[in-house]
C-alpha cells in the first residue's frame, strides 16, 4: 500500500481527508491552504489548518469546524466588555492553537514543526503539513481594491463582487522539506485534490513555486473532487465566486480550473450529466456520491477516489506495456 497526499482546505476538503485517513493512517500526507491565514489581537489564526487537525481528531465543530466540539465563548465576550473587536468570533478552546502557533512563532519555531507537534498530541496518525513555512496571504480583488480573505468573510459578509484573486507573497514562498519528501517518494500512488473552493483554498498552494511541478513529478495520477454539487457549493462561496468572475457555476468549470494537473475528476451522481463534457476536455472521470452527510459516506467517498486513481494507474500500466 503506497503513500496517498492530499491537498486540503475548508469543511468538505478535512471531511475527505477524514475518510482517506481512516483508510491510510500513516500513509497519509495532508497539504493545507495557509492562504487564509490571518493575525487577530496579535495572534496566528489559521482556519484550514485547524478545520483538518480537529476533523482528523475527531473533535470538530460540526457547524464551526475550524473550532473544537463544546465550544464556548467567556473570553471573547469579556473582549467585547474591555472594547475589543466584535468581529471573527473566537471561542476559549479554539484560542489554544494561536496562542501555540504564536509564541512558537516567536521562538523561531517553523510553522510545519508546530503544526506536526498538535497533530501528534491530538493523536492524528497522518502528517499534516501547511503549505508552506513562509506566509502567504489571499487577497480578493473587488472594485473597491484588495481584500484579505477573512476581512472579505467576516467584515464584507461575501457580499462585494469578486473580479480576481491574488496571493500575496506566494512569490517569496517554497515547499517545504517534508511536502518534497512526500511528493517526491518512490512510494507516491496518488494525489488527491479534495473537494474545496478552487480559487482561496485550492490555487494558494498550488501558487507556491515548484508546487505543481512536485505534485507531477513522481507521476502518479492527479485526482480531484468537485465541490459543486448540482450547479452550486454545498458550503461556502464557490458558486457565487464563479458566476463574479463570469464563469458557469459547475462541476466542469472547476475540472477546467485544474487543466494541464490532473488526470481525473471526481462528478457526483446528480452532475453526471456533465461527464461526457468533462471527458472532452482531456480528464477520465469518476461519477459517485460526493456529498458527505456523516463518516461512513466520507470512507465511502475516499474509497471510490482511491479505486478511481488506482484505475488509472492500471490503465497506463496496461498501455505502456508492449503489444
Not at 143 to 162: A, H, K, N
Not at 187 to 206: F, G, K, Q, S, W
Not at 265 to 279: G, I, K, P, S
Amino acid at each position: 500500500m503506497g503513500l496517498v497526499v492530499a491537498l486540503c482546505g475548508q469543511a468538505g476538503g478535512a471531511k475527505l481527508a477524514e475518510g482517506l485517513a481512516r483508510l491510510r493512517g500513516a500513509d497519509l500526507a495532508v497539504i493545507v491552504n495557509t492562504g487564509d491565514d490571518h493575525e487577530h489581537l496579535g495572534l496566528h489564526f489559521a482556519p484550514d489548518l485547524d478545520t483538518v487537525l480537529y476533523t482528523l481528531a475527531g473533535i470538530a465543530n460540526p457547524q464551526a469546524p475550524w473550532e473544537p466540539a463544546g465550544e464556548t465563548h467567556a473570553v471573547y465576550d469579556m473582549v467585547r466588555v474591555l472594547g475589543g473587536p466584535e468581529r471573527l468570533r473566537f471561542g476559549d478552546r479554539a484560542l489554544a492553537a494561536p496562542l501555540l502557533r504564536t509564541a512558537g512563532a516567536a521562538a523561531d519555531r517553523r510553522l510545519t514543526e508546530i503544526t506536526g507537534e498538535m497533530a501528534r498530541r491530538l493523536g492524528i496518525r497522518a502528517r499534516v503539513l501547511p503549505m508552506s513555512d513562509e506566509p502567504v496571504r489571499t487577497l480578493v480583488l473587488t472594485d473597491d481594491g484588495p481584500v484579505p480573505f477573512p476581512e472579505y468573510v467576516t467584515v464584507l459578509g461575501c457580499e462585494p463582487p469578486v473580479r480576481g484573486f491574488a496571493y500575496a507573497g506566494a512569490e517569496r514562498a517554497r515547499p517545504t522539506p517534508e511536502i518534497a519528501e512526500v511528493l517526491d517518494s518512490p512510494e507516491l500512488e496518488a494525489v488527491v485534490i479534495c473537494p474545496a473552493n478552487p480559487y482561496h483554498t485550492i490555487r494558494p498552494i498550488l501558487e507556491v513555486p515548484g508546487m505543481r511541478e512536485l505534485v507531477r513529478k513522481r507521476g502518479a495520477p492527479v485526482v480531484a473532487i468537485s465541490p459543486i454539487v448540482g450547479g452550486k457549493a454545498l458550503r461556502g462561496s464557490a458558486g457565487k465566486m464563479m458566476r463574479e468572475l463570469r464563469h458557469e457555476a459547475s462541476a466542469k468549470r472547476v475540472a477546467l480550473e485544474y487543466l494541464r494537473l490532473i488526470d481525473g475528476f471526481v462528478l457526483d451522481t446528480v452532475d453526471e450529466a456533465q461527464a461526457e463534457a468533462v471527458r472532452a476536455c482531456g480528464f477520465e472521470v469518476g461519477v459517485t456520491q460526493t456529498v458527505m452527510r456523516d463518516a461512513e459516506d466520507r470512507v465511502a467517498l475516499a474509497h471510490a477516489v482511491l479505486d478511481f486513481a488506482a484505475a488509472i494507474r492500471e490503465r497506463r500500466r496496461a498501455e505502456a506495456e508492449p503489444a
